[in-house]
């Protein structure tokens, strides 16, 4: 649509980077964010919200360049919802991701704390991903700048949205969720990942199976899931929208697709599909039917072997995975004899790393297939002195539970970005292990949560580590001791 004039913050000098990957200044005596912009840019700002302490924006035109800014590596660039910080210096993400930890613990949560260990920066910053998870849409997205300039002028005007009729098979626009960019070549994830990504788009193109409307909820093809081993074998599952023949796609269109995947591809070693009929995209409680080959993908790690499934939680960065776990357990201070709790445990990883250094070990975890994953792991690393529980750990935690399972020395959370349930840390107020070890994702939730458990512990240990290159997020273990 038309830029309104009156919307303009003109020659704003960018300050410094922000929460969420956004950037931030200060206009009037009121912080403006900017998305994707770098400190020491400066520019014309095109205001999109006004709140009453605060002014949300983006680029209008970029006047001067910061010093810090690099080039993009990847085409897609700006409009794709991944890799908002590829114009930075991987050094300076890792300067800025410390400072977000700094801040958050510090500010947010208001705690007391040691010095912070440098940042572990991850060895791979292209092709670290071990999952990727693309949408199919039959309307895929064109940038504005690669429209013809009538439709440019139609744009503007209101007249058209900035989108065309073609199948795309990608990721979400930023910030649309019925909006899919086709992505040609993605550095997320190694070879094969983009070739197979591209031979089912040409396929399904080929054979005229429709893909799927976000918003009518129609069509066959709904989304496609790619894992990788550090070996290079790959596991691929494909959701279809529909199992009945009267929609138009039948069992044939089915099979013909994921027989000819399989052919195609020797590097896959297990082959899913599943079908969805929801009108969301989430797949833990859906049927994962296996098609072909193993019935999972098996990672070394450390000397462990861990098993993976369609539906298996398993961080996406494995090399920094075991950095990850390799502190964790050094952060535990095991000498052999504790009882230890792994809270939100996943497939066990973190449990099972800790299982050779400690007398016995818990984990809980609301996600039953993650519980047979990691039960199923620790029978093939013949560990014996583990147990694995499922439930909700607000209800499984009880004091019976606790009786029966021995109280704990050390206690390791690895909640998801929405941080620990206030009951759960009131349990761990009145249980009062002798160490908990903190591994968040969300530094903020991570402050919040820490603060509940103030003064009865201090922080001793403080250690970000980056698992996801070029984006703002960043994975945090912070180490709490009791008072003596």
């Given at each position: 649509?038309?830029k309104k004039?009156?919307?303009?913050?003109e020659?704003v000098h960018?300050e410094?980077f922000a929460?969420?990957g956004n950037?931030?200044?200060h206009?009037n005596?009121?912080v403006?964010?900017v998305?994707?912009a770098?400190?020491g840019?400066v520019a014309?700002?095109?205001?999109?919200?006004k709140?009453?302490?605060y002014e949300?924006?983006?680029i209008?035109q970029?006047?001067?360049?910061?010093?810090?800014r690099?080039?993009?590596f990847?085409?897609?660039?700006?409009?794709?919802?991944?890799c908002?910080?590829?114009?930075?210096?991987?050094?300076?993400?890792?300067?800025?991701?410390?400072?977000q930890?700094f801040d958050q613990?510090?500010?947010?949560g208001?705690?007391d704390l040691p010095?912070?260990?440098?940042?572990l920066?991850?060895?791979?910053?292209?092709a670290y991903?071990?999952k990727?998870?693309?949408?199919f849409s039959?309307k895929?997205?064109?940038?504005?700048?690669e429209l013809?300039?009538?439709q440019?002028?139609?744009?503007?005007a209101?007249?058209a949205?900035?989108?065309?009729?073609f199948?795309?098979l990608?990721f979400?626009v930023?910030?649309?969720f019925?909006?899919v960019?086709?992505?040609?070549?993605c550095?997320l994830?190694p070879?094969?990942?983009n070739e197979i990504r591209?031979?089912?788009?040409?396929?399904?193109?080929?054979?005229?199976l429709?893909?799927?409307d976000?918003?009518?909820q129609?069509g066959f093809l709904?989304t496609?899931m790619?894992?990788?081993t550090?070996?290079?074998l790959?596991?691929?599952?494909?959701?279809?929208?529909?199992?009945?023949?009267?929609?138009?796609?039948?069992?044939?269109?089915?099979t013909g697709l994921?027989?000819?995947?399989?052919a195609?591809f020797?590097?896959?070693?297990?082959l899913?599909?599943m079908?969805?009929?929801?009108?969301n995209?989430?797949?833990?409680?859906?049927?994962?039917?296996?098609?072909?080959?193993?019935?999972?993908l098996?990672?070394?790690m450390?000397?462990?072997?861990f098993?993976?499934?369609?539906?298996?939680?398993?961080?996406t960065?494995?090399?920094?995975?075991a950095r990850?776990?390799?502190k964790?357990?050094e952060?535990a201070a095991?000498?052999g004899?504790?009882?230890v709790?792994?809270?939100y445990?996943?497939?066990g990883?973190?449990?099972?790393?800790l299982?050779?250094?400690c007398?016995h070990?818990t984990?809980?975890?609301y996600?039953?297939e993650?519980?047979?994953?990691a039960?199923?792991?620790?029978?093939?690393?013949?560990i014996?002195?583990?147990?694995f529980?499922?439930?909700?750990?607000k209800?499984?935690l009880?004091?019976d539970?606790?009786e029966?399972?021995?109280?704990?020395?050390v206690?390791?959370l690895d909640?998801?970005?929405?941080?620990?349930?206030?009951?759960?840390?009131?349990v761990?107020?009145?249980v009062?292990?002798?160490?908990i070890?903190?591994?968040?994702?969300?530094p903020?939730?991570?402050?919040?949560?820490l603060?509940?458990?103030?003064?009865?512990?201090?922080i001793v240990?403080?250690?970000?580590?980056?698992?996801?290159?070029h984006?703002h997020?960043?994975e945090?273990?912070?180490?709490?001791?009791k008072h003596e």
């Open positions: 649509m038309r004039k009156g919307n303009i913050r020659g960018i410094s929460a969420e950037a931030l200044t206009v005596g009121k403006l964010f998305s994707m770098v400190p840019d014309n700002v095109r205001v999109l919200r709140r009453k302490h949300e924006g983006v209008d970029l006047i001067t360049p910061s010093p810090l690099v080039d993009p990847c085409e897609h660039f700006g409009i794709c919802g991944g908002r910080w590829q114009h930075v210096p991987y050094e300076k993400q890792l300067e800025f991701k410390q400072q930890v613990l510090s500010r947010v208001k705690l010095p912070l260990l440098p940042i920066g991850s060895e791979n910053t292209q991903r071990n990727l998870e693309f949408t039959n895929g997205w064109i940038p504005f700048e013809k300039e009538s440019q002028v139609a744009v503007q209101g007249e949205p900035v989108i065309s009729r199948p795309a990608g979400h930023r910030g649309r019925d909006r960019l086709g992505i040609n070549n550095y994830q070879s094969p990942s591209r031979f089912v788009r040409n396929y399904a193109l080929e054979n005229n429709s893909f799927f976000l918003r009518q129609t709904r496609l790619i894992r990788n550090s070996d290079g790959v596991m691929v599952v494909v959701v279809f929208a529909h199992d009945n023949p009267d929609q138009g796609e039948d069992h044939t269109a089915r994921l027989d000819k995947l399989q195609a020797s590097q896959i070693s297990s899913y599909y079908i969805n009929t929801k009108k995209d989430s797949l833990f409680d859906l049927e994962a039917i296996h098609y072909g080959e193993n019935p999972y098996t990672e070394a450390d000397g462990l072997q098993t993976i499934g369609p539906k298996s939680f398993y961080q960065n494995t090399h920094q995975a990850l776990y390799r964790v357990r952060f095991l000498q004899d504790e009882t709790y792994d809270l445990t996943g497939t990883t973190i449990a099972l790393y299982a050779g250094h007398r070990v984990g809980i975890e996600v039953p993650a519980i047979e994953d039960k199923a792991n620790a029978q093939a690393n013949d014996k002195n583990s147990a529980f499922t439930g909700d750990i209800d499984v009880t004091p539970f606790i029966r399972q021995g109280k704990p020395d206690v390791v909640p998801p970005r929405a941080g620990v349930h206030s009951d759960v840390l009131q761990l107020k009145d009062a292990p002798q160490r070890v903190y591994v968040s994702c969300n903020a939730t991570q402050a919040r949560d603060n509940l458990l103030m003064p009865h512990y201090n240990h403080v250690q970000p580590i980056d698992m996801f290159p984006t997020h960043i945090n273990i912070v180490v709490a001791e």
